[in-house]
């Protein structure tokens, strides 16, 4: 059976529709996007969202960045982050309720794959400062919402799940493979779709579209590799990724693509697993 991810989008609106970014998120991402902006005129958009202020205070302040003395205002944040980083713990404070959901088609716990996206997020940022790329904060965005398509892909999961696990054991493809010969697409297309939808920028949509298959256009391989890698780095950890963790392994054309060793993946995920607090 094979669904049109436009048919699909339909069939979700009449059910639960997908939540829109908020206004405030918008307008954030509009001005980080802008080489005119300013500081200043960041700072003015955020205060006026409390909730999505004190959010990203608050992950500014946790361990995860580390700065030995605390960030107090939201101009400091800006100016000591980044516009990057900041654009990225704003799409954190937005998709952290959605992604806190339990997912029955992929047998993922409640919080399980906020707590996934979140590790796949910092695996992603610490590979770029790694091999010295320059889009770690990007790539912290795009592993963020990597699998945010599961949200809706799921739901088809639900109905086809068995086949699908059939279909993997007895085959040689991976959990996303068999979902696109058996639905019509793998959940990161849709993740794809959704980012589109939110007027998301190019180099993100095409990070989570292609962070499985890998078919970026040549201008994001990198960062889809990045973020492939990342999210394979997560799911090793065994951290709400998801019935399809285990059959989703890393691809050797990520690794050389990245001319990433073994002994860089178990570098890599050293401490990974201590940072709780940024996952709450």
């Not at 059976?1 to 307008?27: G, R, Y």
């Amino acid at each position: 059976m094979s669904i049109a991810l436009e048919d699909l989008f339909k069939q979700v609106e009449n059910l639960s529709p997908l939540p829109a970014l908020p206004t405030s998120i918008v307008e954030v991402i509009a001005l980080t996007k802008d080489s005119e902006t300013s500081a200043k005129e960041l700072r003015r958009v955020i205060e006026q969202d409390p909730v999505l202020a004190a959010s990203i205070l608050r992950q500014a302040n946790s361990s995860y960045y580390g700065y030995a003395r605390r960030i107090a205002t939201l101009q400091e944040a800006i100016v000591v982050l980044g516009f990057q980083a900041i654009q990225g713990l704003a799409m954190s404070s937005a998709v952290a309720p959605l992604l806190k959901t339990k997912l029955l088609g992929y047998e993922i716990e409640q919080e399980g794959l906020w707590k996934h996206s979140l590790l796949t997020a910092i695996a992603a940022k610490r590979l770029c400062k790694h091999r010295k790329l320059p889009f770690g904060d990007v790539a912290f965005t795009a592993g963020l919402l990597h699998d945010i398509g599961k949200l809706i892909a799921s739901i088809y999961i639900q109905k086809f799940g068995r086949h699908l696990l059939k279909e993997v054991t007895e085959s040689k493809l991976s959990y996303a493979e068999c979902e696109e010969n058996v639905i019509g697409f793998d959940h990161a297309r849709v993740g794809g779709f959704i980012a589109r939808s939110w007027n998301l920028p190019d180099d993100l949509v095409a990070a989570i579209s292609f962070h499985h298959s890998l078919r970026s256009p040549q201008e994001y391989a990198e960062l889809s590799s990045v973020i492939h890698l990342a999210n394979g780095i997560a799911s090793l950890l065994g951290i709400g990724g998801g019935v399809d963790s285990a059959f989703n392994p890393i691809q050797q054309e990520a690794i050389d693509l990245l001319n990433i060793k073994e002994s860089d993946i178990e570098h890599l995920m050293t401490g990974l697993g201590e940072l709780q607090d940024y996952t709450h």
